[in-house]
């Protein structure tokens, strides 16, 4: 579990690709800090498990079904990517609940200087539609943010100073594709209302009143 707020931007040292499966090298230092060998690191909104480390980089594998349905296979050795470890237990919880499992790519299609602040418009598959709302929470490779505006196809969310500084989310231009998660209690609650809950038939009761008489309760 995650909570979206960036840890650190990383760095991509290398990159192992064979067929549509990837090695990643990704070389941080806050993150190893107390990194251990399968423990859960974010990559841009990725939940990716250790698989190696040394001083100042650290690996991690990319199955064929992550490859195809995030941008992890756009890496290029030197991106930077937004780094999360997954929550402590005695964390405070200071974004939303974040599972690190990509529902879709989406778009950058418009982008905005108004005031302190950067807006960003997203652009992303319209079956998804039911699952935002105003002022709902939306995962953006690995960045918790907060939309406020959004249309059948896309949605608008507002970078402050600080966000767009500590993430890669304030690097992004018209025309880049982005990691979207969305809000993981939209999702359990649109799967509860859609699911056909069918009750067993319930057996009849082998004990009735012929039964009870012919063994002697009354």
Request: with cysteine.
């Amino acid at each position: 579990m995650f909570t979206g707020l960036v840890e650190e931007i990383g760095t991509i040292n290398s990159i192992k690709k064979s067929g549509k499966t990837l090695t990643i090298f990704i070389q941080a230092k806050q993150i190893l800090e107390d990194i251990h060998l399968g423990d859960s690191i974010a990559v841009n909104g990725v939940c990716l498990t250790v698989t190696s480390y040394k001083a100042n980089v650290f690996s991690m594998d990319v199955m064929p079904t992550t490859f195809y349905d995030t941008t992890l296979h756009q890496l290029q050795e030197g991106m930077k990517v937004n780094l999360e470890r997954a929550m402590s237990a005695n964390g405070r919880f200071g974004g939303h609940f974040v599972s690190g499992h990509v529902d879709c790519v989406g778009t950058i299609i418009g982008r905005q200087k108004v005031e302190n602040s950067i807006v960003l418009e997203v652009k992303f598959p319209i079956e998804y539609s039911h699952l935002i709302m105003e002022k709902g929470s939306i995962t953006i490779d690995g960045t918790s943010l907060t939309i406020f505006k959004t249309t059948d196809t896309s949605f608008c969310i507002s970078l402050i100073p600080h966000t767009a500084s500590v993430s890669m989310i304030g690097q992004k231009v018209i025309g880049n594709e982005v990691n979207l998660e969305f809000d993981l209690l939209a999702k359990y609650f649109d799967s509860f209302m859609n699911k056909k809950h069918v009750l067993p038939t319930k057996k009849e009761s082998a004990v009735t009143s012929a039964f009870l008489k012919e063994n002697g309760f009354y």
